[in-house]
């Protein structure tokens, strides 16, 4: 069934280590996302990719960084750089159309050991 | 920025309808205006949109008002399933990039 798989479900970094969390996805979407959510918030954009090679910084882009070098993959990286990465971290995808929807993933949960 | 403001918990009896308010004062004429829901430990799944028509679906309905400055969202017959977090989302300048979540509506579901 095509969708968007993330992984790992759970992830613990210890301080000053980088993380990368993975998003795959098989809808043949152009767009791919990723949100941070604490709990009993909304999401909030981290990075946005509208095509391959290229993406733009959300509203809480400081202390990560991603790649998109293939239309499927979207990978996060929460560096040492980002003091409060515990938090659950979605991915979405969506067709370049203006306003189709968004499909996400399952999240993964990132707590610091 | 356009915003939506939803109350923050609804509670709704099984099986009967259930009716979703969002106030969004601000929105400009090109601003759609989406639904999306959230299970615990999952992620939003898309509910509904529209722009200014009323809108249908297998999951639910859409009414907008006329003025466009409130919507609200119709569950015709609540299950304990749709127990989740709405949130209804302006969607503007026609870049998916800029959603803005809010906190949304929690709706419980009693049998």
């Known amino acids: 069934d095509g969708g968007i798989t993330q992984s790992p479900k759970y992830l613990f970094r210890k301080e000053g280590q980088n993380v990368t969390l993975s998003c795959e996805q098989n809808?043949?979407?152009?767009?791919m996302y990723w949100y941070r959510q604490d709990p009993g918030q909304g999401l909030r954009l981290i990075y946005y990719?509208?095509?391959?090679?290229?993406?733009q910084k959300g509203d809480i882009a400081e202390g990560y960084s991603v790649s998109r070098e293939k239309k499927e993959s979207f990978p996060l990286t929460v560096t040492s750089a980002q003091k409060n990465p515990t938090a659950f971290y979605l991915c979405?995808?969506?067709?370049?159309?203006?306003?189709?929807?968004?499909?996400f993933g399952d999240g993964t949960r990132l707590s610091i050991l | 920025d356009a915003k939506t403001t939803q109350p923050n918990s609804m509670e709704s009896n099984e099986e009967e309808p259930v009716h979703l308010p969002c106030n969004h004062s601000?929105?400009?004429?090109?601003?759609?205006i989406h639904w999306y829901r959230q299970l615990p430990s999952q992620g939003p799944e898309y509910v509904i949109h529209?722009?200014?028509s009323n809108v249908n679906n297998r999951m639910a309905s859409l009414a907008i008002a006329e003025d466009r400055k409130s919507s609200t969202l119709i569950l015709h017959r609540a299950t304990l399933r749709d127990a989740a977090v709405y949130y209804c989302?302006?969607?503007?300048?026609?870049?998916?990039?800029?959603?803005?979540f809010g906190k949304g509506t929690k709706l419980s579901v009693k049998p």
């Open positions: 979405a995808s969506s067709n370049l159309i203006s306003n189709q929807p968004q499909h």
């Open positions: 601000t929105i400009s004429g090109t601003d759609y």
């Open positions: 809808l043949n979407h152009d767009a």
């Open positions: 529209g722009l200014t």
């Open positions: 990719s509208q095509i391959v090679n290229d993406f």
């Open positions: 989302i302006l969607i503007y300048g026609g870049s998916q990039g800029n959603l803005i």
